[in-house]
C-alpha cells in the first residue's frame, strides 16, 4: 500500500546492490517493473509503516554492511 490504492506492493532489500526494489502491484495479480532507491551498505531487512504520521507508507531498510538504517519517506506520489 505503498501509493494508497489498498493493493499491497512489494518493498525487497538488495543485498548485493545496496539498494530497495519498490514494485508496485497492478491489482490484477501482477506488479510493475522494480524502481530503485539507493541506500546502505548490504541492506538486509524492509520495515513499512507510516514513519511521519501523514497516512502515506513509508519504507525502513536495515543495512548490515554500514550498520545503520535507512528511512525512504512517501512523499505521496
Known amino acids: 500500500m505503498v501509493d494508497g490504492d489498498d493493493d499491497f506492493d512489494m518493498a525487497v532489500a538488495n ?24 541506500v546502505g551498505d548490504y541492506s538486509r531487512f524492509v520495515y513499512t509503516a507510516d514513519f511521519d504520521n501523514d ?7 536495515a543495512n548490515m554492511g ?8 512517501n512523499n505521496g506520489n
Open 15 to 38: 543485498y548485493g546492490s545496496n539498494d530497495v526494489s519498490i514494485f508496485m502491484n497492478n491489482g490484477d495479480g501482477t506488479f510493475g517493473n522494480a524502481v530503485n532507491y539507493s
Open 66 to 73: 554500514s550498520d545503520d538504517v535507512s528511512i525512504l519517506m
Open 55 to 61: 497516512l502515506d507508507i513509508d519504507v525502513a531498510v
